[in-house]
């Protein structure tokens, strides 16, 4: 499968500084149905439905000129969402101050905890856990992390 993920990305990054949203992620897979582009894009405050209207406009038209895939594709553009998966450095660093669930590996066994991310270090991250205890963990030891949304953070994403 030919991936297109840096020339969308190099597109999308045009089309973001005009509007002033930032990309979170692109995800590309292969269903049955053809290929499908996904592009979540954010701001400080979130973006709005019509915002990633307009976006998937600009970048459509840009993809449809360029003729670059050849094949069927589908494109999304969405947010990432209140419970946003954690991926790039940057993601651990949009996400201070804010519950995450967390799963990593320690001697060869799967944990997983939830808690508050205090740091965000060079290599590693520091969670406050459910007892109050601070837990550093390796970036290369992460298997999986996103955000997690709760009622007392409901004031804070109105």
Same mark, same amino acid.
């Given at each position: 499968?030919?991936?297109?993920? $840096?020339?969308?990305?190099?597109?999308? @990054?045009?089309?973001?500084?005009?509007?002033?949203?930032?990309?979170?992620?692109?995800?590309?897979?292969? $269903?049955?149905?053809? @290929?499908?582009?996904?592009?979540?894009?954010?701001?400080?405050?979130?973006? $709005? *439905?019509? =915002?990633?209207?307009?976006?998937?406009?600009?970048?459509?038209? !840009? *993809?449809? &000129?360029?003729?670059?895939?050849? =094949? @069927?594709?589908? *494109? !999304? /553009?969405?947010? +990432?969402?209140?419970? @946003?998966?954690?991926?790039?450095?940057?993601?651990? *660093?949009?996400?201070?101050? =804010?519950?995450?669930?967390?799963?990593? /590996?320690?001697?060869?066994?799967?944990?997983?905890?939830?808690?508050?991310?205090?740091? /965000?270090? +060079?290599?590693?991250? /520091?969670?406050?856990?459910?007892?109050?205890?601070?837990?550093?963990?390796?970036?290369?030891?992460?298997?999986? &992390?996103?955000?997690?949304?709760?009622?007392?953070?409901?004031?804070?994403?109105?």
């Amino acid at each position: 499968m030919i991936h297109y993920r $840096t020339a969308i990305e190099d597109i999308a @990054r045009r089309i973001c500084a005009d509007m002033h949203v930032s990309i979170y992620d692109i995800e590309e897979k292969m $269903t049955q149905k053809g @290929r499908i582009i996904t592009v979540f894009v954010t701001r400080t405050g979130g973006v $709005t *439905l019509d =915002e990633c209207a307009q976006f998937s406009y600009a970048l459509s038209a !840009e *993809l449809d &000129a360029l003729d670059m895939i050849a =094949e @069927r594709y589908f *494109l !999304e /553009v969405s947010s +990432p969402g209140l419970e @946003r998966p954690l991926k790039l450095k940057i993601h651990y *660093l949009s996400a201070i101050n =804010e519950m995450i669930a967390i799963q990593w /590996v320690q001697a060869d066994q799967k944990i997983h905890t939830a808690g508050k991310l205090l740091e /965000v270090n +060079p290599g590693s991250m /520091v969670v406050e856990g459910k007892n109050g205890e601070r837990i550093e963990i390796p970036y290369n030891a992460v298997n999986k &992390a996103r955000t997690i949304f709760t009622e007392t953070q409901k004031g804070s994403h109105k």
